[in-house]
């Protein structure tokens, strides 16, 4: 079964410093995988996804992520956190389930930025 | 990107009423809808995955009568909550996909309250 592990629930950085957000993955075949953020009372916001096109994946608001096969992870990084980056991310997998294939989501990890 | 929309954005009912809630993919034919549930500061946890014209596939410990979902058309899928009770007071969130592709897009979801 598809799967994946947010290693952190809570990440604190301070502005301007970098961010990572730990991820990683079981699958028994090449995952598709993915980030989203959701900012209190509000709903998902795709900032990234990896389709097994190329290993580094570039999303909005200068965060990225790198597939690494040998280490089942997807981390999520950016080189300097803002402030408006505060908020809930999660890492999901798209697995197949009786109906097709539906997205599972990590337990998520809270970001907190200080000025 | 694709726009879901989802409808209400909060509602409150009394004890043992029902609440349906809408969901609409704006500018796309979404063959799959999926409703998640989301307790307080907790991950996303997938209720039920709707394929256009068929019966929604149910995951394990969701009730299918409480939690009645109804996918007749390529943009819209309901969710109706029926006889609710405090418990199931949770904030609801649905999500489209289009055929063949890997992205789903998510609604801004419902805070349902219920007293």
């Known amino acids: 079964a598809q799967s994946v592990t947010q290693l952190d629930s809570h990440v604190s950085v301070s502005e301007g410093t970098p961010v990572l957000l730990r991820c990683n993955y079981s699958s028994s075949y090449s995952p598709s995988l993915f980030w989203y953020v959701q900012h209190p009372n509000k709903g998902l916001q795709l900032l990234l996804k990896y389709t097994s096109a190329a290993t580094l994946v570039k999303g909005i608001n200068g965060f990225e992520a790198e597939f690494k096969k040998s280490e089942t992870s997807f981390h999520l990084t950016k080189p300097s956190a803002h402030m408006s980056d505060a908020a809930e991310y999660f890492c999901?997998?798209?697995?197949?389930?009786?109906?097709?294939?539906?997205?599972?989501f990590g337990k998520g990890t809270t970001l907190s930025v200080s000025s | 990107g694709a726009v879901v929309s989802q409808h209400p954005s909060w509602v409150i009912c009394k004890s043992g009423t029902s609440v349906k809630i809408e969901c609409r993919s704006l500018?796309?034919?979404?063959?799959?809808m999926f409703w998640y549930r989301q307790f307080p500061k907790q991950s996303l946890m997938l209720m039920a995955t709707?394929?256009?014209?068929?019966?929604?596939?149910?995951e394990q410990g969701v009730e299918k009568d409480k939690f009645l979902i109804n996918h007749a058309s390529l943009t819209l899928s309901t969710l109706t909550v029926t006889s609710a009770h405090p418990e199931d007071s949770s904030f609801y969130i649905c999500?489209?996909?289009?055929?063949?592709?890997?992205?789903?897009?998510f609604g801004q979801g419902t805070r349902l309250t219920v007293v």
């Open positions: 500018d796309f034919q979404a063959t799959t």
């Open positions: 999901v997998v798209s697995a197949f389930n009786q109906a097709g294939t539906a997205l599972i």
């Open positions: 999500s489209a996909r289009a055929p063949v592709n890997t992205e789903a897009f």
């Open positions: 709707s394929n256009e014209g068929s019966k929604a596939t149910y």
